[in-house]
Structure formats: C-alpha cells, structure tokens
T-cell receptor
Framework: DARVTQTPRHKVTEMGQEVTMRCQPI?????VFWYRQTMMQGLELLAY????????DSGMPKDRFSAEMPDATLATLKIQPSEPRDSAVYFC?????????????FGPGTRLTVL | AQKVTQAQTEISVVEKEDVTLDCVYE???????LFWYKQPPSGELVFLIR??????QNEISGRYSWNFQKSTSSFNFTITASQVVDSAVYFC????????????FGQGTELSVKP
C-alpha cells in the first residue's frame, strides 16, 4: 500500500531555530505539494513541484521559507528562522501524472510548534 | 476567482441517521475537478472521491454518495446510516485547469456521530 511519508511527525522548537521537514512522495508520482493547515486559515497551498522543478511557491513567505526537491524521492520544506506564527500542521501530497488536476494523496503531516 | 464554501461548520447526528454535507464552489474554468477528503481525529487527510466537470453522474460507494449539480455549482456528500467511525472533518476541494493543480479547500465540516 503506497503512501506519502513525512518526517518528523511532531516538532517542538524555539523561536529563531531552523526547522526542516521531509517528505517522500509515492514512488512514481511526479507532482509534490506542500500545504499548511491552521485553525484560522484552514488548508492553504505553500508550494508545488512537477518533475522536481518548482512551479509555484507564491503561497510561501519567501523571506523565511524554502522548498526543494533534491531528488525524486525527497522533498524538503525549511523554515529559517522559525516564528510562533509558523505553528501549524504541514502536509505533503503527491500526484501521479503531473497533470496538475490529479488526485493528491496526502502524507500524515508534521505538527510544528514554535515556542 | 476560485472558491469553495462549506456552510456547515459542525453537524451532530445520532448513529444510523443519514447526513448530507454541503459544498458550493465558484470557478471560471470550464474544466475543473472536485474532491472530497476526510480528516479523522488522527489527523491524516484521506482521499474519498474525485469528479471532473464533465461528469454529472451521481456516484455511490457503499454508504457514501455524491450529488454533483453544475446548475447550482454544488457537490454534496451524503452518508447513509452514519456510524461513529464516520466522525471526522470533511473537506470539499476544487482544482481548476487554469490553476495548474492547486487544490482550493473549503473550511471543512466537522461531523460528529454519536452512538
């Protein structure tokens, strides 16, 4: 049963620290998405990649967030420096065909708490 | 603009009741896709259904059914004979062809099924 995996599942850190979240998309999927879920904003897209190339990161605060896909099996989302308002659940999702409107399959999420 | 509205924030039913979750969407795309996801208390997002804008046939899967009506821009979800395990937050989402695959989520409906 192929699944998207994310690490860590939980992260507690102090303001100003660097945070790196990792995602392994489903093997063979070539679209990867990062979403953030908060009570106030709901689910919002931060960035997405197709065939490892960044297509859209307009939802991401550029001064502190960065997203990369160093290879087809790994996507990373980094926050530096972290702030309390970054506390949220971060989801990674992958899609099979890169057609953009594919079904997206979500990982279990990383729950980030910034103190 | 693309938008998804789930007007029901919370619904509470007793087991075995039928329940319908409403979803209304806005889009300028003629080709678009509609989705429902389930988020149980454990937090993961589980894909339930994907529907394209050219297919208005209703879908049934076990106790779940979906009613897509383009005339009213609605994609409602009905659970028949609800069970306690159906308790979750349900999200309706839209992906328009012009948006390159971004999922626009509604705010979610929290369903509580009591024994």
């Amino acid at each position: 049963d192929a699944r998207v995996t994310q690490t860590p599942r939980h992260k507690v850190t102090e303001m100003g620290q660097e945070v790196t979240m990792r995602c392994q998309p489903i093997l063979g999927h070539n679209t990867v998405f990062w979403y953030r879920q908060t009570m106030m904003q709901g689910l919002e897209l931060l960035a997405y990649f197709r065939n490892r190339a960044p297509l859209d990161d307009s939802g991401m605060p550029k001064d502190r967030f960065s997203a990369e896909m160093p290879d087809a099996t790994l996507a990373t989302l980094k926050i530096q420096p972290s702030e309390p308002r970054d506390s949220a659940v971060y989801f990674c999702a992958s899609g099979p065909r890169g057609a953009g409107t594919d079904t997206q399959y979500f990982g279990p999420g990383t729950r980030l708490t910034v103190l | 603009a693309q938008k998804v509205t789930q007007a029901q924030t919370e619904i509470s039913v007793v087991e075995k009741e039928d329940v319908t979750l409403d979803c209304v969407y806005e889009t300028r795309d003629t080709t678009y896709y509609l989705f429902w996801y389930k988020q149980p208390p454990s937090g993961e997002l589980v894909f339930l259904i994907r529907r394209n804008s050219f297919d208005e046939q209703n879908e049934i899967s076990g106790r779940y059914s979906w009613n897509f009506q383009k005339s009213t821009s609605s994609f409602n979800f009905t659970i028949t004979a609800s069970q306690v395990v159906d308790s979750a937050v349900y999200f309706c989402a839209l992906s328009g062809l012009s948006q390159g695959g971004k999922l626009i989520f509604g705010q979610g409906t929290e369903l509580s099924v009591k024994p």
